[in-house]
């Protein structure tokens, strides 16, 4: 058993029984909409592709190319990201990641061909590389620690429900406006929101709607700043030690494997129902729904389960992976789809396998616990190139297996198989969850 974790949640539930506000679900409702922003923005190319694969002349290669260019500067960005979010902070960086990688969105509507196409895809990656470290950020400063796990899942779902609340709409659009109006549309919903969480959000020592009992409920829990903490001068030895450090290089892999699984969805998902199963475009809008409902199930699970487990155990091993290893065994089922008949069969199987993929989403939890004090967007920002060098690879490997092969049969494999490996890092590499130490050099902190 963890003795600090347990500790603090007690401590937690006894400021928890004075009355208290709850500004910090207001928070939480900024970073769940702006997260379904970002996935929409991400993923509407998986919806606009066959329309705009006809209008452009593009393969199935190449588009796997196009989907794959997007997450090339967005790893790339990760790290400076980070850095930048430990410089300027939540507030400043995310709406400044917000309005361009809209902006960028909207510039896909006018994209002529593939030059066009590809930078705005390179764009937008680079615009929306700091939006899971600022959530990871906000969530370990608003929340304490035996709520992160439910905080993560509450905007982590937003990856998921945007798809599937909109997805009949998105459809609706294109089919009948084009693909251009789907991209415009999507980019100027984003930049109205951007505006709304310049106006909303704020720091905990900054709110004034925060009452003291739900700051002391926040502080005994391990989270809240006053503004005036030491931060941490970015160093490449800083990056060296994180990464030798095992919980880094586990839970990394371990979140590979998931995003493997979710970039299949997030883009080539419409794509196999439509060729592969052989469904009309406007009923594959239908199905795809319910996937991504059952991965917000899953997500919410995830989060649900592991802060029971944290709660009742006091260990933040077993609460935190243990649901990612069984929604890793749960993905890796996505393989049997490839020996069924029925359509509905396979949207069962597709919903089970997705809904193991959404417990996953508990690794940004992990993170939020284990980085290093001072160090929050930087770690998160590492982190997140590792996990998604999976976004680059997958739609790369899978354009390439359905381009050679002609069908999906080794896209299945490839996928499960990648869950297996997170398993693998989840049991065998990661070791305790608990906060990172560094070795920091004297002068490398200063004090805001």
């Known amino acids: 058993m963890n003795t600090y974790s347990h500790n603090r949640v007690a401590t937690a539930e006894a400021v928890a029984a004075v009355p208290r506000s709850r500004r910090r679900l207001g928070i939480l409702t900024l970073l769940a909409a702006g997260t379904m922003i970002n996935y929409l923005d991400r993923t509407v190319l998986g919806i606009a592709a066959p329309q705009l694969m006809q209008d452009l002349g593009i393969g199935a290669a190449l588009m796997g190319v196009m989907f794959s260019a997007f997450a090339w500067t967005y790893a790339l960005a990760q790290i400076p990201g980070g850095m930048f979010l430990d410089r300027f902070g939540n507030k400043v960086t995310y709406f400044l990641a917000l309005s361009f990688w809209s902006l960028f969105t909207l510039l896909h509507g006018f994209a002529i061909g593939l ?86 959000y704020r720091e905990p020592h900054e709110d004034k709607y925060l009452s003291t009992q739900e700051r002391d409920y926040i502080a005994a829990g391990g989270g809240f700043t006053t503004g005036s903490e030491k931060k941490t001068h970015f160093s490449w030895p800083l990056v060296r030690q994180l990464l030798r450090k095992r919980q880094i290089i586990g839970v990394s892999i371990g979140q590979f494997a998931g995003n493997t699984v979710l970039v299949f969805f ?80 396979v ?15 508990l690794g940004w939890t992990l993170i939020s616990d284990m980085a290093p004090v001072g160090l929050g967007g930087l770690t998160a920002g590492l982190f997140n190139f590792c996990v998604n060098l999976a976004s680059i690879l997958t739609p790369l490997v899978i354009g390439f297996i359905v381009a050679v092969s002609g069908d999906f049969f080794y896209a299945l494999v490839y996928i499960g198989g990648a869950a297996l490996l997170g398993v693998v890092a989840y049991l065998f590499i990661l070791g305790d969850v608990k906060r990172i130490e560094l070795d920091i050099p004297q002068g490398e902190t200063d004090a805001n």
């Open 115 to 200: 030059k066009t196409l590809l930078l705005c895809r390179f764009g937008l990656g680079m615009s929306e590389a700091p939006c899971f470290p600022v959530n990871s950020r906000v969530v370990s400063t608003w929340f304490p620690q035996h709520e992160r796990a439910r905080a993560t899942a509450v905007y982590t779902v937003g990856e998921y429900l945007g798809l599937a609340c909109f997805a009949p709409l998105l459809f609706w659009i294109m089919d009948g406006f084009g693909w251009r109006t789907l991209f415009i549309t999507v980019g100027v919903f984003g930049l109205l929101f951007a505006l709304v969480w310049w106006r909303c």
């Open 266 to 345: 997030l883009t080539w998902f419409p794509t196999y129902l439509a060729t592969e199963r052989h469904m009309p475009w406007l009923k594959v809008g239908f199905f795809a729904i319910l996937p991504f409902l059952a991965a917000a199930g899953g997500v919410m699970f995830g989060g649900w389960v592991s802060d029971k487990i944290l709660k009742a155990t006091g260990s933040a091993n077993l609460g935190r992976k243990l649901p990612i290893v069984v929604g890793l065994l749960m993905a890796s089922c996505i393989i049997t789809a490839n020996w069924l008949e029925s359509n509905t069969a």
């Open 347 to 361: 949207i069962l199987v597709m919903s089970f396998a997705f809904f193991g993929q959404g417990m996953v989403g």
